[in-house]
């Protein structure tokens, strides 16, 4: 190994090396997969990929993974008739999309990811506070971190937080595709060239309905303050994204977890220079996504590592600091991930590429993971 990777082996283990928002628990749950086989990471949307598998993380030295259980929402299968013919002649997932409480579901998702992991207990282990992380890391295995992504799962009881707090999860991301019962969220298929498919489909969002956060929107931010859980403003609408800066007034940290921004993509996804210094403001964090169409308007670009670097020095000119910048890569949900990190084994090209553009090692560190440390320190509870 010569000194370049052995510099870049080091910056991954003191980071540590934190992806803040991959899926690997969604393909395990919904095709029964072992999460210790590597199937695929083709480097285009495909259903049965596994880019973030634990034999890709580990050779990825990827450290800690804060795994967002995603449950599908049932618009998805219910709204077009060309994907319940799809997804019907796939029959065991079929019943799985339209069956069943979405809390009960990801209960079951997350029991999946906790089994998998206990498979090989020397190796990953569940993490239930920040400390945690940081003991699990002392051993050496890869800690990892129960998050939510989309508040139907709450199903519109608040008390169900307190389920999840105990299971050990650190972070909400409030909506998804569809409104919810939390608020109002933003249509993907608007400006995002790989979603745009959606909008033939005919699915209909009811995006941008006044309130933008609801009666019920605002007990599940009061009570994630009173649990201490991380809340995710990613898919939000602008205004919605506003009333919980608002909400928080910077007291705890905000994070939207993979994004890219209002300056290279000016669609309503995308974080404007405004959030970015509210999320700032927060001391919270912004995970860059590993997808070139939320990093640049009309790409056609195939390698994503300039994209990534110009959003995450764009957060930077904007807050004049490298403490917000993480990374979120999104593998292993509807991803198209770049030609030249298409799954977590290679994100040793990003550090090799950062160490290319000068930054300090302390900086560095930030990026891979020290941010995300800090961010769980302050933000989650306190075991
Ligand atoms: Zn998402």
Same mark, same amino acid.
């Given at each position: 190994?010569?000194?370049?990777?052995?510099?870049?082996?080091?910056?991954?283990?003191?980071?540590?090396?934190?992806?803040?928002?991959?899926?690997?628990?969604?393909?395990?749950? $919904?095709?029964?997969?072992?999460?210790?086989?590597?199937?695929?990471?083709?480097?285009?949307?495909?259903?049965?990929?596994?880019?973030?598998?634990?034999?890709?993380?580990?050779? &990825?030295?990827?450290?800690?993974?804060?795994?967002?259980?995603?449950?599908?929402?049932?618009?998805?299968?219910?709204?077009?008739?060309?994907?319940?013919?799809?997804?019907?002649? $796939?029959?065991?997932?079929?019943?799985?999309? +339209?069956?069943?409480?979405?809390?009960?579901?990801? $209960?079951?998702?997350?029991?999946?990811?906790?089994?998998?992991?206990?498979?090989?207990?020397?190796?990953?282990?569940?993490?239930?506070?920040?400390?945690?992380?940081?003991?699990?890391?002392?051993?050496?295995?890869?800690?990892?971190?129960?998050?939510?992504?989309?508040?139907?799962?709450?199903? &519109?009881?608040?008390?169900?937080?307190?389920?999840?707090?105990?299971?050990?999860?650190?972070?909400?991301?409030?909506?998804?595709?569809?409104?919810?019962?939390?608020?109002?969220?933003?249509?993907?298929?608007? &400006?995002?060239?790989?979603?745009?498919?959606?909008?033939?489909?005919?699915?209909?969002?009811?995006?941008?309905?006044?309130?933008?956060?609801?009666?019920?929107?605002?007990?599940?931010?009061?009570?994630?303050?009173?649990?201490?859980?991380?809340?995710?403003?990613?898919?939000?609408?602008?205004?919605?994204?506003? $009333?919980?800066?608002?909400?928080?007034?910077?007291?705890?940290?905000?994070?939207?977890?993979?994004? &890219?921004?209002?300056?290279?993509?000016?669609?309503?996804?995308?974080?404007?220079?405004?959030?970015?210094?509210?999320?700032?403001?927060?001391?919270?964090?912004?995970?860059?996504?590993?997808?070139?169409?939320?990093?640049?308007?009309?790409?056609?670009?195939?390698?994503?590592?300039?994209?990534?670097?110009?959003?995450?020095?764009?957060?930077?000119?904007?807050?004049?600091?490298?403490?917000? +910048?993480?990374?979120?890569?999104?593998?292993?949900?509807?991803?198209?991930?770049?030609?030249?990190?298409?799954?977590?084994?290679?994100?040793?090209?990003?550090?090799?590429?950062?160490?290319?553009?000068?930054?300090?090692?302390?900086?560095?560190?930030?990026?891979?993971?020290?941010?995300?440390?800090?961010?769980?320190?302050?933000?989650?509870?306190?075991?």
């Amino acid at each position: 190994m010569n000194s370049n990777e052995q510099r870049i082996d080091k910056l991954h283990k003191e980071a540590p090396l934190t992806d803040m928002h991959c899926h690997p628990s969604l393909k395990s749950w $919904l095709f029964k997969r072992n999460l210790w086989r590597h199937y695929c990471s083709w480097s285009f949307t495909w259903p049965w990929s596994s880019r973030c598998d634990f034999k890709m993380l580990e050779k &990825g030295k990827v450290g800690v993974i804060w795994t967002s259980h995603y449950m599908p929402e049932r618009q998805i299968v219910k709204q077009c008739c060309l994907t319940r013919i799809i997804i019907f002649l $796939l029959t065991p997932i079929y019943w799985k999309l +339209v069956k069943g409480s979405y809390m009960k579901c990801t $209960l079951q998702m997350m029991d999946r990811f906790e089994k998998q992991i206990n498979r090989k207990p020397d190796r990953v282990e569940l993490a239930k506070s920040a400390e945690d992380v940081k003991r699990i890391r002392a051993l050496g295995k890869i800690a990892a971190v129960h998050t939510i992504e989309g508040g139907h799962i709450l199903e &519109g009881n608040v008390d169900n937080l307190n389920i999840l707090a105990e299971r050990g999860v650190a972070l909400l991301t409030l909506t998804h595709f569809f409104r919810n019962e939390i608020g109002s969220q933003v249509d993907i298929s608007k &400006g995002i060239d790989s979603f745009k498919f959606m909008k033939i489909c005919g699915y209909n969002f009811h995006q941008d309905e006044p309130p933008h956060l609801t009666e019920f929107g605002y007990a599940v931010i009061e009570r994630m303050k009173e649990l201490s859980m991380i809340i995710d403003v990613c898919h939000l609408t602008h205004e919605a994204r506003n $009333l919980v800066f608002k909400l928080i007034k910077g007291k705890t940290p905000i994070i939207a977890s993979h994004t &890219g921004v209002a300056k290279f993509n000016p669609n309503p996804y995308s974080l404007n220079d405004n959030e970015i210094l509210e999320i700032h403001k927060s001391k919270g964090g912004i995970g860059v996504i590993f997808m070139n169409a939320f990093l640049k308007e009309e790409t056609k670009q195939k390698d994503g590592l300039d994209l990534i670097w110009s959003t995450m020095n764009h957060i930077n000119k904007v807050t004049k600091s490298w403490d917000n +910048v993480m990374i979120g890569s999104d593998f292993d949900g509807l991803t198209d991930p770049p030609n030249d990190v298409v799954d977590s084994s290679q994100f040793g090209n990003l550090t090799r590429y950062l160490i290319k553009k000068g930054l300090s090692d302390d900086i560095i560190k930030k990026i891979l993971g020290g941010n995300a440390q800090r961010i769980l320190e302050k933000g989650w509870k306190k075991n």
